[in-house]
């Protein structure tokens, strides 16, 4: 008994299209469930709109824990252009932002880091 051509093409498109559903499904999980909440407090260094396909919004943020200690940084991505333009006024300013980390987003794509920033509040 011989399986034709088109059985084992449509198979093979079965097959690719459950890896895609799972791999979406599986990203949708990772930029919608929320592995820690928080907030740090410093000043912005950094903050660019950056990638060759897909643009994210990046920033730089410098924690100064206790005078004489080395500045530590954390680096964040943004996802709402509304929270960019008020990092972008904030520019050199000591802010403080609130967070949400997303452990195993799959890509770059969606932010180079895995804390995304969701607000933020000007302590000066």
Request: hydrophobic letters at 45%.
């Amino acid at each position: 008994m011989a399986i034709s051509a088109s059985k084992v093409t449509l198979s093979i498109a079965k097959v690719l299209i459950v890896i895609l559903v799972l791999f979406a499904g599986y990203t949708w999980v990772a930029l919608n469930w929320s592995y820690s909440k928080g907030e740090r407090a410093g000043y912005l260094q950094k903050f660019s709109h950056k990638g060759w396909l897909c643009k994210t919004w990046e920033g730089e943020l410098q924690m100064i824990p206790a005078p004489g200690v080395l500045p530590e940084k954390f680096l964040f991505s943004v996802r709402s252009d509304a929270v960019a333009a008020r990092l972008n006024n904030a520019m050199g300013k000591k802010i403080s932002v609130s967070y949400d980390q997303h452990k195993g987003i799959p890509t770059t794509c969606f932010g180079e880091s895995e804390y995304f920033v969701t607000g933020i509040r000007i302590a000066e």
